[in-house]
């Protein structure tokens, strides 16, 4: 099966900019996660679709984030204006159940300067 | 709060055996798992331990203690391809997210 892709693989944008992040979860699974690492430091839980609803976005830093899962297939994650301590690599996951393992993508190098 | 913790960095031989570390405390507990992941790549499921005791997956084992909220990773005939980062996670009740450490960077040598 194919993996979990996300596009681009790296982004450098300006202060104030915008950009979109792109994930293809693995075909048939309805579990999407959003996932951020700053150098050095946890993989921090951003939010949670179940099909195109949102479960749970307790992790979702501020209102310049906004997540979308239309049609419950691929997700966006658009962060609007970009500020540098958004700076990270962006990961997202796909599970078959809430019980499964997670599948990564390979992330997203984001860099604000 | 919730959080992991773990050691940051780990250095070990080749072929010796190296154990990795995790504590956690969350808000309920449905299981504490370990990622593996080399530079640049995907975390990538290693093993879940949902109740006491050891799990044993080839050269990777995991152990947990949840009256100890701990558990560890043990690696054996370690080999240089296993220089990458571990993570431990768990998934906590109050949500299906999965929380994660900041993760073991592991060094074999040579």
């Known amino acids: 099966e194919a993996g979990v892709t996300q596009f681009p693989s790296h982004s450098v944008i300006e202060k104030g900019q915008t950009v979109t992040l792109r994930c293809d979860p693995i075909s048939g699974h309805d579990n999407l996660y959003w996932y951020r690492r700053v150098m050095g430091k946890e993989i921090k839980f951003l939010l949670h679709?179940?099909?195109?609803?949102?479960?749970?976005e307790s992790g979702m830093p501020n209102n310049r984030f906004l997540a979308e899962r239309t049609g419950g297939t691929y997700s966006t994650l658009k962060v609007q204006p970009a500020e540098l301590e958004d700076s990270g690599v962006y990961f997202c996951?796909?599970?078959?159940?809430?019980?499964?393992?997670?599948?990564f993508g390979n992330g997203t190098r984001l860099t604000v300067t | 709060g919730q959080s992991l913790e773990q050691p940051s960095e780990v250095t070990a031989v080749e072929g010796a055996i190296v154990q990795i570390n995790c504590t956690y405390q969350?808000?309920?507990?449905?299981?504490l798992s370990w990622y593996q992941q080399h530079d640049g790549g995907a975390p990538t499921f290693l093993s879940y331990n949902g109740l006491d005791g050891l799990e044993e997956t080839g050269r990777f084992s995991s152990f947990l203690s949840r009256s100890d909220s701990y558990g560890y990773l043990l690696l054996q005939e370690l080999q240089m391809k296993d220089s990458a980062s571990y993570f431990c996670?768990?998934?906590?009740?109050?949500?299906?997210?999965?929380?994660f450490g900041a993760g073991t960077r592991l060094f074999v040598k040579a």
């Open positions: 996951a796909s599970s078959h159940g809430h019980n499964s393992p997670l599948h």
């Open positions: 996670a768990v998934r906590a009740t109050g949500g299906f997210k999965t929380i």
């Open positions: 679709f179940v099909k195109e609803s949102k479960q749970d």
């Open positions: 969350t808000s309920g507990f449905y299981g």
